[in-house]
């Protein structure tokens, strides 16, 4: 059950957003190292953690290890990564290509 809400959670996220989490949490990139890899403030690397402060709780939910937060989380991040370049090759977008 904490997973399913974990994973409802994360897809919710805007996917700067999840790849902030994924960068920080992770792989342990600094605030300064994200915003370098985003092209934005740090500042704006903060505020976007800081809405997806409330996932790092259920990160402890009983039967959902860190391991299986990482995993999860790096899924979430790829999926949505996969389904938006496949919309912008089906769209014609050069930036796909």
């Known amino acids: 059950a904490a997973e399913l809400l ?3 959670r994360l897809e ?3 996917l700067v957003v999840r790849e902030a989490l994924v960068l920080r949490e992770v ?6 190292q994200i915003a370098a890899h985003q092209v934005v403030g740090v500042h704006t690397v ?3 953690l800081r809405g997806a402060v409330g996932l790092r709780s259920l990160d402890v939910e009983p039967g959902l290890d860190r391991v299986r937060f ?9 999926r949505h990564r996969m389904a938006r370049e496949l919309s912008a090759t089906s769209s014609g977008s050069p930036t796909a290509r």
Not at 70 to 78: A, E, F, K, N
């Open 46 to 48: 903060k505020e976007r």
């Open 27 to 32: 792989c342990g990139l600094t605030y300064e």
């Open 70 to 78: 990482d995993q999860l989380l790096r899924s979430v991040l790829i």
């Open 12 to 14: 919710s996220l805007p």
């Open 6 to 8: 974990l994973r409802h």
